[in-house]
């Protein structure tokens, strides 16, 4: 019994050996059952692109959105097919991106001014003839803005001036991340002033980066916009005149306080320094 019992206990021990070897000798790790062999992460429709559609918020103008985008309003408007006086509603989708049947060959884009205007006449005159408003009660959405037969300036015959008083402390740069404007710092409070005659047609805080933010039109290609105000004086849809105090410096969306002043021509973010007279 006692060899019998040995025996049993040597082959106990025999494969007890032979089974750590086995494991050491691994050079992978063991198997693992798989749970889940396919993940299903898209549906079958394929995603819209980024920048491709905008869904309209509370808030929304077709100029706010134009401008966030560096897109001209006019050819916002007609992308969307949306006439004057261009209303816009909350959860609307407006295409960011011209379909292919709108899209004309051979077409070039306007290029702006390279040096300062020259010519500075009519300055007094109205960027658009005023409307009386229908019910007398406006509404939100509604850009109360141009036809094509209303009367607008000429390019040239904007005048313009400075926005405000202060350090420069930056300038317009033409890198894809630079600044689009340029910066003036002074203490808070400070009188932002219009840059040119325009009429109001944005005025908010909905836009990323921009704070209590003004846009204001001057002639069919050229738009104003001054940002991180800490109070706003006017309202959309009213005209103001070049040298009119608009609103008062701040730091809203800024980390520290300035007025942040951009140009667009057709959309098109362009240097304010080629505007401004010197200084």
Same mark, same amino acid.
Request: hydrophobic share 35%; aromatic share 10%; glycine share 6%.
């Given at each position: 019994?006692?060899?019998?019992?040995? =025996? +049993?206990?040597?082959? @106990? !021990?025999?494969? &007890?050996?032979?089974?750590?070897?086995?494991?050491?000798?691994?050079?992978?790790?063991?198997?693992?059952?798989?749970?889940?062999?396919?993940?299903? @992460?898209?549906?079958?429709?394929?995603?819209?692109?980024?920048?491709?559609?905008?869904? %309209?918020?509370?808030?929304?103008?077709?100029?706010?959105?134009?401008? +966030? =985008?560096?897109?001209?309003?006019?050819?916002?408007?007609?992308?969307?097919?949306?006439?004057?006086?261009?209303?816009?509603?909350?959860?609307?989708?407006?295409?960011?991106?011209?379909?292919?049947?709108? @899209? %004309?060959?051979?077409?070039?884009?306007? $290029?702006?001014?390279?040096?300062?205007? !020259?010519?500075?006449?009519?300055?007094?005159?109205?960027?658009?003839?005023? /409307?009386?408003?229908?019910?007398? /009660?406006?509404?939100?959405?509604?850009?109360?803005?141009?036809?094509?037969?209303?009367?607008?300036?000429?390019?040239?015959?904007?005048?313009?001036?400075?926005?405000?008083?202060?350090? @420069?402390?930056?300038?317009?740069?033409?890198?894809?991340?630079?600044?689009?404007?340029?910066?003036?710092?002074?203490?808070?409070?400070?009188?932002?002033?219009?840059?040119?005659?325009?009429?109001? *047609?944005?005025?908010?805080?909905? #836009?990323?980066?921009?704070?209590?933010?003004?846009?204001? /039109?001057?002639?069919?290609?050229?738009?104003?916009?001054?940002?991180?105000? &800490?109070?706003? #004086?006017?309202?959309?849809?009213?005209?103001?005149?070049?040298?009119?105090?608009?609103?008062?410096?701040?730091?809203?969306? $800024?980390?520290?306080? /300035?007025?942040?002043?951009? *140009?667009?021509?057709?959309?098109?973010? %362009?240097?304010?320094?080629?505007?401004?007279?010197?200084?």
């Amino acid at each position: 019994m006692d060899i019998v019992r040995h =025996y +049993f206990q040597f082959l @106990l !021990t025999l494969m &007890s050996i032979v089974a750590v070897a086995s494991c050491a000798g691994r050079s992978t790790p063991a198997p693992v059952a798989n749970v889940s062999s396919t993940i299903e @992460l898209f549906d079958n429709k394929a995603p819209i692109q980024p920048d491709e559609y905008y869904k %309209v918020i509370e808030g929304d103008t077709l100029f706010s959105i134009a401008w +966030f =985008y560096g897109i001209d309003y006019q050819d916002l408007a007609r992308i969307n097919n949306i006439q004057a006086p261009f209303y816009i509603r909350t959860g609307q989708k407006i295409s960011l991106k011209p379909a292919p049947s709108q @899209l %004309v060959k051979g077409r070039q884009q306007d $290029s702006p001014p390279k040096t300062r205007p !020259t010519i500075k006449i009519k300055a007094n005159q109205p960027v658009d003839r005023p /409307k009386k408003q229908a019910y007398g /009660k406006y509404t939100r959405t509604v850009n109360d803005d141009i036809s094509n037969n209303s009367q607008t300036q000429n390019d040239t015959e904007i005048n313009w001036s400075w926005p405000a008083k202060g350090e @420069l402390i930056g300038e317009f740069s033409n890198a894809e991340q630079g600044n689009k404007g340029i910066d003036i710092a002074n203490t808070a409070g400070t009188s932002i002033f219009a840059s040119a005659d325009g009429k109001v *047609v944005y005025t908010g805080n909905a #836009l990323r980066g921009y704070g209590n933010l003004v846009i204001i /039109k001057h002639s069919e290609s050229y738009l104003t916009a001054y940002a991180h105000n &800490s109070k706003i #004086l006017v309202k959309e849809q009213q005209w103001i005149k070049a040298g009119q105090e608009i609103a008062q410096m701040g730091k809203s969306d $800024s980390d520290r306080v /300035k007025l942040h002043f951009e *140009v667009r021509f057709k959309g098109k973010s %362009v240097d304010p320094l080629h505007f401004l007279p010197h200084q």
